[in-house]
């Protein structure tokens, strides 16, 4: 398996709406990262989990609060979102092995509209 | 912090011709540098990558070259089909901390 999969989709929600977002892989990777897209821009890290850690946290603002269950799983977990939060929000895993290449693999994002 | 940047936004191409994709880095201290395409709607895809001790690698149909002398990364697309219509993106990787760093990104038009 060679697949980074993200659930949902799609997703619309009101600014008192609590939601999650889920990503999933099972290609053995100790690290996975959460991403924001805008339109025509290149993605921009938020969060970075190594070895289920959170190690980097991209002065990302409380309402996104991200988690990671297990090695193979990592939530995005959305409370009183803003309009500009709009966007697609990526996915993405990497071996984590010190020295190696990191090449990161992505999903297909969840593609989020904030009313 | 360190930047990646693409000289040009937007690219259209004649089926059948070659692309050539540019891309500016600024951190000297860079292990290795991946090109990802993205379609609309979807993820980055990984295309190719390259690392910092070499200075050309090949894959099917594309061609990435790095001259750390003037810090600048190139893809080269033969026979650009329009399946190649797509934003592309540089990506700047040190392992040291493990920092990632896209670039600006180019979108690439395949005229039929």
């Known amino acids: 398996d060679t697949e980074v999969t993200q659930t949902p989709k799609h997703l619309v929600m009101g600014m008192t709406n609590k939601k999650s977002l889920k990503c999933e892989q099972h290609m053995g990777h100790r690290a996975m990262y959460w991403y924001k897209q805008k339109a025509k821009k290149p993605p921009e890290l938020m969060f970075v989990?190594?070895?289920?850690?959170?190690?980097i946290n991209e002065s990302v603002p409380s309402r996104f609060s991200p988690e990671c269950p297990n090695s193979s799983l990592l939530n995005l977990h959305l409370h009183a979102l803003q309009p500009e939060d709009s966007a697609l929000y990526l996915c993405?895993?990497?071996?984590?092995?010190?020295?190696?290449?990191?090449?990161?693999?992505f999903g297909p994002g969840t593609r989020l509209l904030v009313l | 912090g360190e930047s990646v940047g693409l000289h040009l936004p937007t690219l259209s191409v004649q089926e059948g011709d070659n692309s050539i994709i540019n891309c500016a880095y600024s951190?000297?201290?860079?292990?290795?540098f991946i090109w990802y395409k993205q379609e609309s709607g979807k993820g980055p895809q990984f295309i190719i990558d390259i690392r910092s001790n070499m200075d050309k690698r090949q894959g099917q149909r594309v061609t990435v070259l790095l001259n750390k002398t003037v810090k600048h990364l190139s893809l080269q697309i033969a026979a650009t089909q329009p399946g190649d219509s797509a934003v592309y993106f540089c990506?700047?990787?040190?392992?040291?901390?493990?920092?990632?760093?896209f670039g600006t990104g180019t979108s690439l038009t395949v005229i039929p």
């Open positions: 993405a895993s990497s071996p984590y092995q010190r020295g190696n290449e990191e090449t990161q693999y």
């Open positions: 951190n000297s201290a860079s292990d290795y």
């Open positions: 989990y190594s070895y289920e850690k959170l190690s």
């Open positions: 990506a700047e990787i040190t392992l040291t901390g493990n920092q990632f760093y």
